[in-house]
């Protein structure tokens, strides 16, 4: 009997897989691409990503919200999936060469309140390990925009790296 039950509930499921909204007879373009590379390249994070954005560009947004989600909870680390998110979703890859920091500072130069070249510049320091450097620009885009969470933590972690626990904590909170 039970068998028999576990055969009708994979006939039924079958099917309903058949009739999907996700099956397609012919080929309907990148979103057939993306979830064909999401299906042979399961373990990459770029897969998933590159699936999600199909489908949020074909107005899937909550489908797409569900694979980023799995992804981002239970496939990937915060750092591989935030590094594949900002290049696929906001086609924003990380530079720290020279040339980028000279235009970053280029740009300050011209608006000393520049959020975004702030932020960039900070990052581009922090990733070179350059604490210092990186804390009065952060500090300066924390004073830009107050309500943004992003330089205040990044603020946070560099107080803990170097030692300044006490500075870490004392730290306004959003």
Known sequence: MRTRICA?????????????RFASGGHDGPLDSARRNYAFHFFSVEAHVG????????????????V????????????????AFRKIFRA??????ADSESALRA?????????????KLADIHISRGEFEKARPLLERASRVRPDEYA?????TAIYERTGRGAKAISMPSV
């Open 8 to 20: 009708l509930v994979l006939v039924c499921l079958s099917q309903t897989v058949g009739t999907s």
């Open 51 to 66: 699936f999600a954005k199909a489908l949020f560009d074909q107005g899937q947004r909550l489908q797409a919200f569900f």
């Open 107 to 119: 740009a300050l130069a011209k608006d000393p309140d520049d959020y975004d070249s702030l932020t």
């Open 151 to 155: 330089p205040v933590e990044a603020l």
């Open 92 to 97: 924003d890859v990380f530079d720290n060469r």
């Open 68 to 83: 980023l989600e799995t992804a981002r909870r239970q496939h990937f680390s915060q750092a591989e999936f935030d590094a």
